[in-house]
Nanobody, 120 residues
Framework: QVQLVESGGGLVQAGGSLRLSCAAS????????MGWYRQAPEKQRESVTI???????KYADSVKGRFTISRDNAKNTVYLHMNSLLPEATAIYYC??????????????WGQGTRVTVSS
């Protein structure tokens, strides 16, 4: 069974930083791009960033220059380093396997996510 376990969320002041982690089961992780997504209250889930199996990355315009995605293939883990956080980053963050060219074409079931709250 494919599993995605996100962690690292919390409460942070605007301007602060967090590092999110996503442990993925091998089947979904090894050959696929992995993406981070977020869903703010009363909004649809959106793609934040994605990393290919080879390390290429894409970012939503709203996070470029402040967020960095990385992956550790030996640990089946993908990370999201978030700097200079803004209150509008408040959301539940999820990871999933996806198509690099179509980040919203996700491949697995969603995990529980990890909540990020940025206070102003």
């Amino acid at each position: 069974q494919v599993q995605l376990v996100e962690s690292g969320g919390g409460l942070v002041q605007a301007g602060g930083s967090l590092r999110l982690s996503c442990a993925a089961s091998g089947r979904i992780f090894r050959l696929n791009a992995m993406g981070w997504y977020r869903q703010a209250p009363e909004k649809q889930r959106e793609s934040v960033t994605i990393i290919s199996s080879g390390g290429s990355t894409k970012y939503a315009d709203s996070v470029k220059g402040r967020f960095t995605i990385s992956r550790d293939n030996a640990k089946n883990t993908v990370y999201l380093h978030m700097n200079s956080l803004l209150p509008e980053a408040t959301a539940i963050y999820y990871c999933n396997g996806a198509l690099f060219g179509a980040p919203m074409a996700t491949l697995g079931s969603w995990g529980q996510g990890t909540r990020v709250t940025v206070s102003s």
